[in-house]
């Protein structure tokens, strides 16, 4: 792996003054490798992050994936990441202008991630930085406490999709009632006038300099703001994050709980383990908005890479290659999800409603077909509608506000059944709806969507943990169940308890009884559809895991 050569770094500046001049907008710092085709199938987060901490499941992934290249050798498009500079990863062999294309979308894919809001919290520190530290730290423990580091890892693991992401997303920088981000708030309220007392002239020069900011660039300029300011006063974020720590009510989330009380990792002999939790948890954190904005954010990448790519005039004489190439990644399948191309027409789409003003209520009042045919106000304000969207949206808000009839008509969308053949005796797949609201809601299935489990504070004691599983008619999946409240038992310290939804299995006796628990009958993916689609009754249910046994009783 090295660095591209100035020729291909040419045609990558390029490519940024090109994005820029079209609306884009990131830092002009970027790094960009060149790798073999085979070395990037094999690349794995703790290599495309050198600095990231090392785990025995990230190995495991690169084996798998290199048995998986020796079968099935393939061209993988591209990876970034979003560190500060952004690092992105291409293959060793790609001709010029596959490189324009490449880059475009690459660049579209970092202009997301330092402006959409749901990163906002990976925007103010480096996190190539940060696990450097965090990776020095495990290998110190390694050295010190042996296997009972790895088992540490791999219990947080197990519960770091439930980390509170929105929670910490709103408490790290929302806005205020004022309209003002917390840390404005703090800096100028108490910073300020604590740190400097008196200083009357001071405190107005930052308030000048803030407008001053916020009035050259009204979407960075507060992130411009404190740059300086961290240069003048290096403890600004350590203090501003002790505030919002004794401000702000203890974390829902479980980690961050096992962190704080957990009566295990509080002796003295344990504490060491908090330190693990946390690097496991902030990491964790660093790549949820990625889970939440897969669509959105390849879309908005595929998106400008075509509308780049056909203006620009280093690729004269590749059209043909580059249809090649665009089509396997964005064309729509008949079955299942593309979210390169679901979300790169959804763009497209969102463009053409704010071009013709149909994004209004007054276009979406009228019901004659004809009449929304015609309707074109001409207002032209599609390029910045899909700027906005860009900037304020994830997966589920882009799907479920975008998703209409008139989408879904226009790109001939359909959703698929399965059904057995009796004739020739295999599955078939058909049309089973062509209705907007069901393609919605496939698409809004196939999001992720970790289970909702919080801490029952009224029932936890010290030696005993309580959790509650908010039920959204999914249940948890029994294969994870037993290790990972082994995991939770080893982090506090003693007995925990789970309550959650199951479904009703007729005959069930309501005594407690061991795990492993039977298949539900009727319920699943190897069931037809029918079976499937039969009303399901649901009853709630507890969880016991007490010394590395866990057992079952209705609540």
Not at 10 to 29: S, T, W
Not at 531 to 537: C, D, G, L, R
Request: with cysteine; net charge negative; proline share 4%.
């Amino acid at each position: 792996m090295e660095l591209i050569d100035q020729h291909t770094k040419a045609i990558m500046e390029g490519c940024k003054e090109r994005a820029r001049d079209a609306g884009l907008q990131f830092e002009d710092e970027t790094l960009e490798y060149i790798v073999t085709n085979r070395d990037l199938i094999e690349l794995s987060p703790k290599l495309m992050i050198p600095t990231l901490y090392d785990y025995w499941v990230h190995d495991v992934e690169v084996l798998r994936e290199r048995g998986k290249y020796e079968l099935y050798p393939s061209n993988p498009y591209e990876t970034v990441i979003n560190t500060r500079p952004a690092m992105s990863f291409y293959n060793d062999n790609n001709p010029d202008w596959l490189n324009v294309m490449i880059f475009y979308h690459v660049l579209a894919h970092i202009d997301f991630f330092q402006n959409n809001i749901y990163f906002k919290h990976t925007w103010n520190y480096d996190f190539a930085g940060q696990a450097l530290s965090d990776k020095r730290l495990i290998a110190r423990l390694r050295s010190e406490k042996g296997r009972w580091v790895d088992y540490t890892i791999e219990f947080a693991r197990g519960i770091d999709n439930i980390t509170g992401f929105y929670r910490e997303l709103a408490r790290s920088d929302a806005p205020a009632g004022d309209g003002l981000s917390d840390r404005i708030n703090y800096y100028f309220d108490i910073f300020l006038q604590n740190r400097e007392k008196g200083e009357q002239a001071l405190y107005l020069k930052e308030i000048q300099r803030y407008n001053q900011c916020m009035a050259q660039d009204p979407d960075h300029g507060e992130k411009a703001f404190f740059a300086d300011v961290g240069r003048t006063y290096p403890e600004f974020e350590a203090l501003f994050e002790k505030y919002l720590d004794e401000r702000t009510p203890a974390p829902a989330d479980l980690l961050a709980y096992l962190i704080d009380h957990s009566p295990e990792l509080a002796r003295e002999d344990s504490k060491w383990m908090k330190s693990v939790l946390q690097v496991v948890r902030n990491t964790s954190l660093f790549f949820q908005p990625q889970i939440r904005t897969k669509i959105i954010n390849e879309g908005w990448s595929s998106y400008w890479h075509e509308t780049l790519f056909l203006n620009d005039d280093r690729i004269a004489g590749h059209e043909v290659d580059f249809a090649r190439v665009n089509a396997k990644v964005s064309s729509l399948p008949r079955v299942g999800l593309n979210p390169y191309a679901l979300g790169m027409r959804l763009f497209q789409y969102i463009e053409e409603l704010g071009d013709k003003g149909r994004h209004t209520m007054a276009f979406r009042r009228i019901n004659d077909i004809l009449q929304r045919d015609k309707y074109d106000m001409a207002t032209g304000n599609g390029r910045s509608l899909i700027f906005d969207v860009r900037r304020q949206m994830n997966d589920f808000l882009l799907l479920y506000h975008f998703i209409d009839q008139d989408f879904v008509n226009k790109n001939k969308l359909f959703v698929t059944g399965k059904r057995i053949n009796a004739q020739k005796g295999v599955w078939e797949y058909y049309v089973k709806s062509r209705s907007a609201d069901q393609y919605r809601q496939m698409a809004l299935d196939s999001l992720y969507h970790p289970p909702h489990i919080t801490v029952n504070h009224d029932k936890t004691l010290p030696e005993r943990l309580y959790l509650t599983h908010t039920f959204e008619h999914k249940p948890l999946v029994k294969d994870f169940i037993e290790n990972t409240m082994m995991g939770i038992e080893f982090l506090w310290g003693g007995t925990v308890e789970l309550e959650t939804s199951e479904p009703v299995v007729s005959g069930q006796e309501e005594e407690a009884y061991a795990y492993p628990l039977m298949p539900m009958p009727g319920i699943g993916p190897l069931m037809g559809e029918e079976a499937q689609e039969k009303e399901v009754h649901w009853e709630r249910v507890i969880y016991t895991m007490k010394d590395r046994t866990l057992t079952r009783r209705l609540k």
